[in-house]
């Protein structure tokens, strides 16, 4: 689905936070048969991310929007929508999102989570332009959390060097003058779930038999197929209907799932990765937190500067993927 209805809304402030403990491809080699050489060549992937054994989603979003007021001398006292990203959530409920209101005594605010994985933050962009836009709401916090490493199988070496943890936050504010949201696209290929799960409360999909016991299990090759094929196609119909070109845009930043995957949708979609912003070489696949990680390495070695044009595009297990052309608010700093 195709969206270019004008906006009123923009992005003005960014914060990010990740643990303090690295996960090294050294430190893998001693867990499962593996090596740096191995895990280098097929993800790019150095380093990760790992949460405390009392470290949770809800923690490390908070410590992202504390960033995000710290840097910018933005408050949240008038955010009047929490949106969390997340498919590791402290529990099933309370929404990470009620636990981030109650943290900050946001006094009259809605709040909720949205699960759509790695494209959950864009989502969350999506949600918060679209009732921006629709005058419902005025300043929107949208933040993207993951742990991902409570939900890893720390025995499957096809998995456990992927995942890692962070979060990321930003502001959507309304501005009818210099709106951020240029054009956005969706898609879903549902038959793809079988490919990426963790297992629920149904212990069946399509009739086969799912595994697991709440972990992340993940057919690689199938999703890897599946995104190649499907964000090229996705940016192409983006650009076109935002009458653009890759040469209009100043930045690509796609979900950091793996860098090898990075680098084949950037030879097919005409991006160069000197101007694509990741975040997987030093913090893994963080899912939902990935494309937020990635904007603040960019801010904080000054690649990122305000009213650059930027394509971000999220994508993950369901399957499905959001793109969206933004004009950058936030400030230099």
Known sequence: MMNTVPSKAKISAIGTYVPERRLTNADLEKLVDTSDEWIVQRTGMRERRISGEQEFTSHLCIRAIEDLIQTYGQNVEDVDLIIVATATPDYPFPSVACLIQEHFHIQSTGAFDLNATCAGFAYGLHIANGLITSGMHRKVLVVGGETLSKVTDYTDRTTCILFGDGAGAVLVEADETNPGFLASIQGTDGSGGVHLYRSGLANTMKGLPLQGEGNIVQNGREVYKWAVRTLPAGIETLLEGAGMTTGDIDWFV???????????????????????????????????????????????????KYGDTLLLYGFGGGLTHVGMVVKWGVPNL
Not at 262 to 290: H, P, Q, W
Not at 296 to 303: A, D
């Open 254 to 304: 796609p979900h950091s799932a793996n860098l090898r995957m990075i680098e084949s949708i950037c030879d097919k979609a005409g991006f160069s990765l000197d101007k694509t912003l990741y975040s997987v070489e030093y913090m893994g696949n963080t899912s939902a937190a990935s494309i937020p990680l990635a904007l603040g390495l960019g801010v904080r070695e000054q690649k990122l």
